[in-house]
């Protein structure tokens, strides 16, 4: 849709024609082949890492040399000279970039410019919050604004592709990737998915200040088992078209350039190979034309999940199932030709991939302009308004879970407020996952801002080392008021960092328990890419800040919030639950025939040593003001339901409110879940001020799939629920 409407003439189609007559088999395959500048993808590798890989044999001895260094890109300069690489993935050197693209596009035969694609998750030089922090802000327009700036900072750098949005629904918190989602709900992830199209790509891809984006994982990587990051997912068809199919149709509907299919397999079939949701679903039903790329060495992997008998299976079957570019696998590179050559693969399945890479290609404009211009880089890196939009996105990405009136600080009671735990400290770890590009020089650490503001700073303890009991009894002793940070590093959330306990470290349990014995006011902030269970914390503190990891305006933000020169706004996207062992846990779930009532209920659906209900759910999120909703009516009109709500802010301070709108379908032909979030409304109040607000309901939208993958809108009774989270109790109800 992005191609064939927007961008694409017959013109550029008779360009496309005329390369691939002219190009041999060697350079159509070399378009399909993407590397990296290290074997295995686009981060730096610690050493260690690099080691194991060398000993099991997944990179040889020259790439482990080579890794350590930036020389492996040389090794594929004589490459590209023969046309045999169609792109880079990783790269951020501006240099480099042009280094390389004046390579294809002036040495090489077919002089075709490269795709150069790179995991711009949350910003480039300026840091937004973590995806599950953004979302939290439940704010569709700064949804499209933080990909707006980050498309603007990276394409002058030379970066022309973001491997983002990562569009994976995610209800298991022991998925360390949970950190790059927008949480667990579809509704929210289909506004999510459109905006962030909307602001990567624009409405001109050739605009130098857009970029191609690249919808992942596809599909379900989010359901991976016993939230393990990379396991297998068995789930029904009708699942999948309810819960994970929804944002990805959303991103095809606004017109993604690509798609990135994920490691995982979907009952049984990788998704690397898995032609009927390739082909069928996401060309055939939802209309993609653009490109498919998969997910680093996945390809390869094909052979190592006992799905194909070898590389050569592996190419053809990644291949015919439609996957157009192999990541860093070398698996098409090596394969390909001898396949054709063969004749068990077709030269019509490379010539589609190749016109559509090309067709990506002439609507992102590189054949008129390739390069970058990187000193437009520093005019656009890092602007006071790029600045000014991490701040607000800071602050409406910060959750306030609990608060006993602790909050805001009030520096006329509290004269000596003492600042403790490491993380607070540290520049990089306000950044969370996949910032390589951040730039340091703007970000204030939290502990920066806040000694500014006269609060006492003292290490006392890290992520996982024990108190240091000397700096606690400094730190603690002429306070009165504690501000303990805790909560996970960085590298504790993200790809490859599944764990199966998510509660707080031992260490930091304890640092809870020895405030709480202290017997002073203390407040916990949060930095962690991944919701916790903080039972102790939710026990003992007299306050909780959610911060996540908010990116380069984390301290200043945070500092705001604190002492109340920003009332908190934001909403969990993700339930907190009580305990690693409840997970998956999320709010949308069936009632089942035997749901518990209170955590005593005996013969029910629930865990003799967990509770009912998460500590925090789904919707939730507290302000220094409270909101009051009343009046809720409902009309029925043709085509949708008209819902309205009296909202009153009944308390001392303005602020946001995020109103959500939920449906429960009491009886279906498919059990449904208990609430389905169908509709939020940010607004601002005024202490004292109301509004009435409306939601318009379509009766489309209270449909669900059926086994056979209609989409079905059953006459019926429902309840409609307007409030503050999903746990709210003002109710409605009609029937369709
Ligand atoms: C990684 C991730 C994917 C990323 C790719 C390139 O393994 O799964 O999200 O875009 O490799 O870095």
């Not at 667990?184 to 984006?213: C, H, M, T, W």
Request: hydrophobic letters at 35%; aromatic letters at 10%; proline letters at 4%.
């Amino acid at each position: 849709m992005y191609l064939k409407s927007k961008v694409l003439t017959n013109e550029i189609e008779k360009k496309i024609n005329n390369l691939l007559d002219k190009m041999t088999l060697e350079e159509k395959i070399g378009q399909l082949h993407q590397v990296g500048p290290s074997p295995v993808g686009a981060f730096d590798i610690p050493e260690a890492e690099l080691k194991k890989m060398l000993e099991t044999g997944r990179i040889t001895q020259e790439e482990y040399e080579l890794s350590k260094t930036d020389k492996i890109l040389d090794k594929n300069e004589d490459k590209i000279r023969n046309g045999e690489i169609g792109s880079f993935l990783g790269l951020s050197d501006p240099k480099r970039i042009n280094r390389l693209q004046r390579i294809a596009v002036e040495e090489s035969r077919m002089g075709i410019p490269l795709l150069i694609g790179c995991d711009v998750i949350h910003g480039f030089n300026t840091v937004f919050p973590t995806p599950i922090a953004e979302s939290c802000s439940f704010d569709d327009e700064l949804f499209e604004q933080t990909a707006s700036v980050a498309a603007k900072e990276a394409r002058a750098a030379g970066i022309n592709w973001v491997f983002a949005p990562m569009l994976d629904i995610s209800r298991d918190a022991r998925w360390g990737r949970i950190a790059e989602s927008m949480g667990q709900d579809p509704f929210l992830a289909g506004n999510y998915a459109e905006r962030k199209v909307r602001g990567f790509q624009g409405d001109d891809l050739s605009d130098n200040s857009k970029i191609a984006a690249c919808a992942k994982h596809f599909l379900a990587y989010g359901a991976c088992e016993g939230g393990k990051d990379y396991n297998t997912v068995d789930m029904s068809l009708s699942k999948l078209y309810d819960v994970y199919l929804p944002p990805f149709k959303r991103a095809v509907e606004a017109g993604i350039a690509s798609i990135m299919t994920s490691f995982n397999d979907i009952n049984g079939v990788p998704m690397t190979a898995n032609k009927l949701l390739i082909k069928n679903v996401l060309h055939d039903e939802l209309g993609f034309d653009g490109v498919v790329v998969s997910d680093a060495t996945a390809v390869r992997e094909l052979t190592v999940h006992g799905y194909s008998k070898d590389k050569y299976a592996a190419a053809r079957d990644a291949l015919c199932a439609g996957v157009d570019i192999d990541m860093n696998s070398y698996t098409y590179f090596d394969c390909l030709k001898e396949l054709v050559e063969k004749g068990e693969v077709q030269i019509d399945n490379i010539n589609e991939a190749v016109k559509s890479i090309l067709r990506l290609k002439f609507a992102l404009g590189l054949f008129d302009n390739p390069y970058c211009d990187f000193k437009k880089l520093n005019e656009v890196s890092c602007t006071n308004e790029h600045l000014a939009l991490a701040k607000k996105a800071a602050l409406h990405s910060t959750v306030l879970l609990k608060n006993n009136g602790v909050l805001p600080i009030n520096k006329e009671k509290h004269k000596n407020i003492s600042l403790i735990g490491e993380l607070s400290d540290s520049i990089s770890e306000s950044y969370g996952c996949w910032t390589i590009y951040a730039k340091d020089e703007h970000t204030v650490t939290l502990k920066d801002a806040l000694c500014k503001e006269g609060v006492q700073y003292t290490r006392c303890y890290g992520v996982k080392d024990e108190l240091n009991e000397d700096e606690f009894k400094t730190a603690t002793e002429n306070a009165d008021l504690i501000i303990a940070v805790l909560g996970e590093s960085r590298h504790m959330s993200g790809e490859a960092h599944s764990y199966a306990d998510i509660s707080l470290p031992e260490s930091q349990k304890s640092v809870v328990k020895r405030l709480k014995e202290l017997g002073k006011p203390f407040i916990c902030v949060l930095y962690n890419g991944r919701p916790l269970c903080v039972p102790e914390v939710d026990q003992s503190a007299d306050a909780i800040v959610e911060a996540w990891q908010l990116g380069t305006k984390m301290g200043e933000a945070l500092a705001d919030i604190i002492f109340g020169r920003f009332n908190p706004c934001g909403k969990l996207t993700s339930n907190f639950p009580y305990k690693s062992g409840e997970c998956p846990s999320y709010y949308n779930h069936p009632n089942t025939g035997r749901p518990a009532a209170t955590d005593s209920d005996h013969w029910t659906c629930k865990y003799d040593d967990g509770r009912i209900k998460p500590i925090y759910s789904f919707g939730h999120g507290l302000s220094y003001t409270t909101f009051e909703y009343s009046e809720l009516q409902i009309e029925k009109a043709e085509s949708y339901l008209n819902v309205s709500v009296k909202i009153t802010n009944s308390g001392n301070y303005d602020g946001y409110e995020v109103a959500q709108l939920y449906i429960h379908d009491k009886f279906a032909s498919k059990v449904r879940p208990v609430r389905e979030l169908k509709g939020y409304k940010k607004l601002y109040l005024r202490q004292g001020e109301n509004k009435v607000v409306n939601f318009i309901l379509p009766y489309s939208d209270l449909g669900f799939h059926n086994d056979k993958l209609e989409y079905v809108i059953e006459k019926g009774d429902f309840e409609i629920f307007v409030g503050t989270d999903s746990e709210c109790e003002l109710k409605s109800e009609f029937t369709l």
